[in-house]
């Protein structure tokens, strides 16, 4: 008799209750506290929105404006140390996309990148699009975040069944629908630091 059913029985007997309905109490419990101490990120998932404002128009002014973005380039190298992938989900065309991730000097450090017209896809925030980087990249929905600056991009991470949204919101006076939700991207890797959802840094 394994452990679970000795408890479980000495529980019916306390209790009076039927034994297989504290059996199922049981299971029901394990499975939840496993899922809640065992989850671990795996991939981040960002659109281009927030890491650069206006990106069809990449300027000085938009060059002045992405410094209240936070610091981009020191997130994604945070959490590639992490041993998180990064993948961009953009509504944008793939021609914009490439040109701000260019403009940002963060091509590198990219492992996917998925774009409104490609094929197969369907526009944010139907599921498809994260499904599409979950099969490329071999990461399960619940090991994804999904962070973003709109309440589409919060729906596309509830519609995936992502394991967190986290929104971006400045002044944090709007309401996206996140799970979380941080001034800047630069707080990002510090929120999951606090929510121990990531395990151990690489060097």
Not at 64 to 77: E, H, L, M, Q, Y
Not at 100 to 115: A, N, W
Not at 158 to 182: E, F, M, W
């Amino acid at each position: 008799m394994g452990p679970s059913k000795m408890i479980s029985g000495s529980f019916s007997k306390f209790l009076g209750k039927p034994k297989t309905l504290i059996i199922r109490f049981s299971e029901r419990y394990v499975t939840k506290s496993i899922q809640q101490t065992s989850a671990s990120y795996k991939l981040a998932v960002f659109d281009t929105a927030e890491l650069l404002p206006h990106e069809s128009l990449i300027d000085e002014q938009n060059k002045r404006s992405s410094a209240t973005i936070g610091d981009v380039i020191g997130t994604f190298k945070d959490l590639k140390n992490l041993g998180i992938k990064i993948a961009i989900c953009s509504s944008s065309t793939r021609d914009d996309t490439k040109r701000t991730i260019s403009y940002l000097g963060i091509e590198e450090m990219i492992d996917i990148t998925k774009c409104a017209k490609d094929p197969s896809l369907l526009p944010k925030p139907h599921a498809s699009n994260v499904d599409s980087i979950c099969a490329d990249t071999g990461v399960r929905p619940s090991n994804v975040v999904v962070v973003g600056n709109t309440p589409i991009d919060m729906k596309l991470g509830r519609n995936s069944k992502v394991g967190l949204t986290i929104g971006i919101c400045p002044g944090g006076d709007c309401d996206l629908g996140a799970d979380k939700t941080v001034d800047s991207i630069t707080e990002v890797v510090p929120l999951l630091r606090r929510l121990g959802q990531v395990i151990e840094e690489k060097y």
